[in-house]
């Protein structure tokens, strides 16, 4: 499980396709990797396989290749990584799988003062998973909703997290992971034996 929390961005240095989905090699200060440890890698919830000093290698399988934009980055991509929150931690964000749900466009970036406003599409089979003032994750950051619409939601990002993640680099029209708040999936599934 992970927070939304990004603790930093790496960089993609090497990106290897094979036949059964891809293999990306990423730069991070991480200095406690292990085999098998999970990160999330912009909203994606991947297992560490090799690693150094600097660096650790996650495979995407052909479905994780198919319902992200992660089989479509490239050597000098920045990512938004997270380690998997400890048992001791401090829960600072909101429950995280890393189990994208969709991706989403951004279709409008404004500033405002020191502030950033991102408007992004939403399909209409999530609309009722995103609420006003209600906690998504986008890229692996979880995010307050400022506005919804039918078609579209809005998030205020503060210059910490602009300055901070990968998401100073998106423009209109590029593609961000979207996970739900998996509570109101949860709601949904038991009040769905109820109608």
């Known amino acids: 499980m992970f927070t939304g929390i990004v603790e ?11 036949d059964g989905g891809r293999r990306l090699r990423l730069r991070t200060t991480f200095d406690d990797l292990h085999h098998g440890q999970s990160i999330s890698v912009s909203g994606v919830c991947l297992t ?7 660096w650790f290698e996650v495979f995407l399988a052909a479905e994780t290749v198919e319902k992200t934009y992660l089989g ?3 050597v000098g991509d920045a990512v938004n990584l997270e380690r998997a929150l400890k048992a001791e931690g401090r829960f600072d964000g909101h429950i ?7 991706t989403v466009e951004v279709s409008e970036i ?4 020191e502030d950033w406003f991102f408007e992004f599409s939403l399909p209409e089979a999530y609309g009722q998973y995103v609420v006003d003032k209600g906690s998504v994750t986008l890229d692996g950051i979880s995010l307050t909703v400022a506005d919804k619409r039918e ?7 503060i ?5 901070l993640t990968a998401l100073s680099e998106k423009a209109v029209g ?7 708040d998996v509570v109101a999936k949860y709601v949904e599934s038991m009040l769905d034996g109820y109608r």
């Open 159 to 163: 210059p910490t997290t602009y300055e």
């Open 48 to 54: 560490v396989e090799e690693y150094g000093d600097d």
């Open 72 to 74: 479509e980055v490239g």
């Open 110 to 113: 404004e500033q405002v003062g």
């Open 8 to 18: 930093e961005t790496g960089e993609i240095v090497d990106v290897t396709d094979t």
């Open 174 to 180: 590029d593609a961000v992971h979207l996970e739900v």
């Open 96 to 102: 995280v799988q890393g189990h994208v749900d969709t």
């Open 151 to 157: 078609d579209a939601f809005t998030v205020a990002i």
